[in-house]
């Protein structure tokens, strides 16, 4: 994104948040913008389109402490006098427009210490912007790994003027004020000098007399793609995958930015997940749990383990089955089984009088008598 972006958009208001909002709160914002406003949601929309891509630059920013932190800065600096200028070929699009990517946020890293729309990686050089997408999948898929389509929309150099900003057939020229270098020097309070944007071109160091038409002298456009990603074996939901030069184009040689993905799991109807380990409650009978047993238990793979229950296993304990949970490179987790005793709901009159046989033949204590006498 451009330094125009930074300036002149409200990234606060575009997710709908405060400017004091915490991260949580910025991330819940923007995943329920890009929900409600997908294009695979809304095919041929292009509000739609354009406010998923607005929604996915806020997050960009909003979401990296550093990134947030210089745009809040630079506002502030300008908010006081700087406009960019509107209308015709000396607009905001044409002043700040991409020929090998160069913006105002070049002059901006002057004082925060970098731009903030993507890394700079050698003179005149900018890395793309890193985006970010969301998939969903299943908790089968999750443990095996799979490979899916993730939607996402970019800024690329436009393919008219290939990234100049400047009508075919013309170049956008050095600026004759500032010799290129997109700044000019004044003294603030009399006391020490600063960098500011150079007041014949805006901080470009280039001025574009003729504009392209396709995209009015910003030599950017966005570009809507799906990547085929590799979700690993393991992964967990809630887990960001780095997807190296996936994300924005870079300019003018730079490298390109990142994509990451989010990955949402969906829950399983039998299985649970704990770190490493899958956990399953698994029913025993009454009797199986008084008399112990050998029963079978079923495996995230297909199939079954024979765990043994001891006589006199209560309800809610937990056994471990080696090498049965989730497989991570080399390493596998265990299994975990909670038994679950049931308590039938109903008894034929003969089982009701061999329980009551037992219960008077063990003459157990009232289990609840220590409680009571606490409670005296």
């Known amino acids: 994104m451009s330094a125009k972006d930074w300036l002149e958009k409200d990234y606060y208001k575009i997710l709908g948040v405060s400017k004091d909002a915490k991260p949580e709160q910025i991330k819940k914002a923007f995943r329920k ?46 908010s006081g006098g700087f406009r960019f ?108 000098q600063v960098s500011q944007p150079c007041h014949e071109c805006g901080g470009r160091g280039l001025v574009i007399d003729d504009p392209c038409t396709t995209c009015h002298g910003s030599g950017r456009a966005a570009s809507s793609r799906t990547i085929q990603v590799r979700i690993p074996a393991g992964v967990a939901d809630g887990q960001r995958i780095r997807i190296k030069g996936k994300g924005s184009p870079g300019s003018n040689g730079g490298p390109d930015g990142d994509l990451y993905v989010l990955v ?9 997940r704990s770190g490493d380990d899958l956990t399953v409650q698994v029913p025993v009978s009454f009797a199986e749990a008084a008399l112990g047993a050998e029963i079978d238990v079923p495996t995230m793979g297909g199939g079954s383990v024979k765990l043994r229950i001891p006589a006199g296993t ?33 008894m034929s009159p003969a089982a009701a009088e ?5 219960a008077d033949t063990i003459a157990e204590p009232n289990p609840r008598a220590e409680m009571l006498g606490r409670k005296r």
């Open 314 to 346: 209560p309800n809610g304990r937990t056994f471990r089955v080696r090498g049965r949970g989730v497989t991570k490179g080399s390493k596998t987790g265990d299994l975990l089984v909670s038994v679950e005793v049931q308590v039938p709901s109903t």
């Open 264 to 272: 949402r799991v969906r829950p399983d109807k039998v299985f649970g």
């Open 33 to 78: 913008v890009a929900r409600e406003n997908h294009p695979d949601q809304h095919p041929g929309d292009k509000k739609a389109e354009q406010r998923f891509k607005e929604a996915s630059e806020a997050n960009d920013v909003l979401s990296d402490p550093q990134k947030r932190r210089e745009y809040d800065e630079q506002r502030s600096l300008f």
């Open 354 to 358: 061999a329980l009551r046989a037992y």
């Open 85 to 192: 200028p509107r209308g015709g070929g000396s607009g905001a699009s044409d002043v700040f427009s991409g020929m090998g990517g160069g913006d105002l946020s070049d002059l901006l890293g002057n004082f925060f210490g970098g731009g903030g729309s993507g890394r700079r990686s050698g003179r005149g050089q900018r890395a793309g912007a890193d985006i970010e997408g969301e998939v969903s999948i299943s908790f089968q898929q999750a443990m095996d790994g799979t490979t899916v389509g993730v939607h996402t929309i970019s800024e690329e150099a436009c393919p008219t003027c290939h990234g100049t900003g400047a009508k075919t057939g013309t170049a956008p020229r050095v600026c004759p004020a500032c010799q290129g270098s997109g700044t000019e020097q004044t003294t603030a309070g009399g006391v020490f």
